[in-house]
């Protein structure tokens, strides 16, 4: 299933969440090369989050920075879903995928802090993650990055759920917490 669709699914309106950060990940001028000279214009990448599980993104183009990054706030606002944490990290070990880029996520115990790329950490950040390991494989797109830790972060299922799908409990699924 595609990133898209995946957040169609767990999609939840903003007025739902707290109040919201606006972080800008990467900004990109283009240039088009005309008969009086070159025109450009730019694209922002911008991940909004109020720090306690709730993530959106977006991605704004304009002939101005600052409109770039009012368009690509206003996307994120409208993309925000849920993603499950268990105190201040992941419930478990994920691999996002998307293009040629590939995120590592990996729970850690409280104490280790964010060890994460810059477009993961501000991903991780936005969402309240404390204590979390990364790797990215492959590209370093900042567009696909941001697309396989989304991805990867969209896997995360509570282990009672998990649980109530198989329909045994927490201690035969093998679930293990995180201690120090």
Wanted: overall charge positive.
């Amino acid at each position: 299933m595609a990133l898209k669709n995946k957040v169609e699914v767990r999609r939840i309106p903003a007025d739902q969440c707290g109040e919201l950060k606006d972080k800008t990940v990467f900004i990109n001028r283009v240039a088009k090369v005309v008969k009086g000279g070159r025109r450009f214009s730019f694209s922002a990448l911008v991940v909004t989050g109020d720090g306690r599980g709730h993530i959106g993104f977006g991605l704004g183009k304009a002939g101005e920075v600052p409109d770039a990054i009012r368009k690509a706030s206003e996307q994120a606002r409208k993309s925000i879903v849920k993603v499950p944490l268990r105190g201040t990290t992941i419930p478990h070990d994920a691999l996002g995928k998307a293009g040629a880029s590939s995120v590592i996520l990996k729970s850690a115990p409280p104490g280790t802090g964010v060890i994460a790329g810059s477009v993961v950490r501000s991903v991780v950040e936005a969402i309240g993650i404390k204590d979390i390991k990364t790797k990215c494989i492959g590209s370093s797109n900042p567009h696909n990055v941001l697309s396989a830790t989304l991805e990867g972060l969209l896997q995360m299922k509570e282990p009672e759920v998990v649980a109530s799908m198989r329909g045994s409990d927490i201690e035969h699924i093998g679930y293990k917490t995180v201690n120090a």
